[in-house]
């Protein structure tokens, strides 16, 4: 069964666990599409209830910087499961297919070209066509992993129309640059859409002190954000797909990512 799905998944992190969820689209409308942007179509993976006749609440779902490969397609499906329209734009779609390179080393540059202001744009361009495709404008959040994670705080930060935000072990402080001239810690003070962090305490890519620095900056402003915190847990431990998947601690965040969408009115 894993053979039969890995041609689904980046190859930098190939070969796939044997412990990988696959949840079957039956009930679902859920592919690909094209979603006009604001200097080209781009791709983008889509799930929802194929019978939905109200407008849905909307999630956007950010990938990790593997592309919107099995994995971020297999958590849209999950939230399609349970009512959601979930899309997943391609983000990186402009420099490259980094699901088609073989390691970190070689992805890590065509990631480093992508600014985040074109991010933006491209995920506003999504909460529109899926406006226009079965969403409520009036219930959107958004939730992402690993570099989706970083990218959620400043999404939230940047569309405060967004009723709630999920990071998933998403990178707080860094070298400020051109392309990346914030990071979640700059703007914790000014978020209004009130966001939950997942993280993990072994994550050897975001030590503790900086999320202790994030604790402090969101104190300093008004939104309702959280951070939690799984002592034991690596960094990705909900990414069922590689060795550092934690089905304990993944369970816990997912459920406490949708009570965060129920309580703040996305669903």
Known sequence: MVSS???GFALAVQPISAQTIITPAEGLT????????FDRPIPAYRALPAQAQDPLPMVLVIQEIFGV???IQDICRRLAQLGYLAIAPELFVRQGDVSQLSSFEAIRPIVAQVPDAQVFRDLDAALLWGQENGGDPGRAGVTGFCWGGRITWLYAAHNP??????????RLVGEVTPLTPQHPVDIAPQLTVPVLGLYGGQDQGIPLDTVGQMRQALGQGTSASEIVVYPDAPHAFYADYRPSYRAAEAAD?????????KTYGVS
């Open 161 to 170: 129309q967004l009723r709630a935000g999920v990071a998933w072990y998403g």
């Open 5 to 7: 799905v890995a041609a």
């Open 253 to 261: 965040a997912w459920n406490r990512m949708l009570a965060w969408f």
């Open 69 to 71: 490969h099995a994995h």
């Open 30 to 37: 859920a592919g690909f599409v094209e979603i006009p942007s």
